[in-house]
Structures are given as structure tokens and as C-alpha cells.
């Protein structure tokens, strides 16, 4: 005869599923891991102002500055995330990791500047003040996201290698 191995139906499984991704955010590693990308994203913020006004002493069209201090800034922010915040220390740069973290901050660039045209449509031109606030509620809002397709998207491959390897060495 037939051995049946009982199994959950699978909206079941699903839901399972989703509720042991959602448990991985709540470890003391991912927290830790949440506020590095969070610092990472501040000291980028700082260098990609003072890039992009450097850019801009020297003569270059706003748009050129901010693109050009936009693209390091990513960059920097890979390296950093790779490194310091994953803790990937094998001294590589992927073309395929790069391009999927540039792919997703493009994205969060998309929310952000939806998020403002939508304040705009709402409300009417947006002074100083009022655009900084819709900024910093984005930034805040789009870094959950962002975190989460950093660890899962972006870096996930690399972290499982890591987490395979300390496991061997323990």
C-alpha cells in the first residue's frame, strides 16, 4: 500500500511561511543589522549633499551633480552594507549584487518622489519645510522595504555562503 504523509493545504504552509519570514525581522541580529543600514543611510545622505554641492561649486548642471553624486553614494552604500552591516568579508563585489542594490534604491528613489508628487497633488506646491517633512516620513517609511531587499534580494546569496561557512568552522 500507499505511505500518505499528512501535509498542510497549502494556504496553510503559506501563512506559515510568511509568519517565520516576518519572526526573522524580530532577532536581536536583525535589529542590529536594521539600525547599521539605518546609520549607513544617514552618513550617505551627508556625503551625497556635500558631493552634489561640491558638483555644483565646480560648475557641473544640477542634474549631472546630483546624478553623479547619486551613483557614488549607491556604490558607497553597497560597500558599507556589504561589509559592515551583513558582515561580508570576502573581499568581493559582485556585478549581479551591485546591480540588484543600485535596482532597488532606484526603487526607493521611485517611492520617494512619488511620495512627494502625491503630497503635491493633494496639497499644492510643497514649501521648504513641508517637502523635508514628506522626505524624512519617506525615508523612514522606504527603509523597511529596503532593508528587507537588502538582507533577502541583494545580499542573500552572500549570506548564506557566510552563515554555511561559520557553521562548518564551528
Not at 34 to 41: E, H, L, M, R, T
Not at 122 to 133: C, E, K
Request: net charge positive; aromatic share 14%; hydrophobic share 50%.
Amino acid at each position: 500500500g500507499c505511505v500518505c504523509i499528512p501535509t498542510l493545504p497549502a494556504p496553510h504552509r503559506r501563512k506559515r511561511r510568511m509568519r517565520n519570514y516576518l519572526a526573522s525581522f524580530m532577532t536581536k541580529e536583525a535589529l542590529e543589522q536594521f539600525v547599521k543600514v539605518g546609520i549607513v543611510g544617514v552618513v550617505n545622505t551627508i556625503v551625497s549633499f556635500l558631493l552634489f554641492n561640491t558638483f555644483l561649486w565646480m560648475g557641473w548642471w544640477s542634474v549631472i551633480a546630483v546624478s553623479a553624486a547619486f551613483a557614488a553614494t549607491t556604490f558607497m552604500s553597497y560597500l558599507l552594507n556589504r561589509a559592515w552591516t551583513f558582515e561580508i568579508k570576502d573581499g568581493k563585489v559582485s556585478g549581479r549584487e551591485t546591480a540588484n542594490f543600485y535596482l532597488v534604491n532606484l526603487a526607493a528613489w521611485g517611492g520617494t518622489a512619488g511620495a512627494m508628487w502625491l503630497a503635491e497633488a493633494l496639497v499644492g506646491p510643497l514649501s521648504t519645510i513641508a517637502a523635508n517633512v514628506v522626505y524624512l516620513i519617506t525615508s523612514f517609511v522606504i527603509l523597511i522595504p529596503k532593508f528587507a531587499s537588502y538582507r533577502d534580494l541583494v545580499f542573500g546569496k552572500a549570506i548564506r555562503k557566510k552563515e554555511s561557512r561559520d557553521a562548518t568552522l564551528a
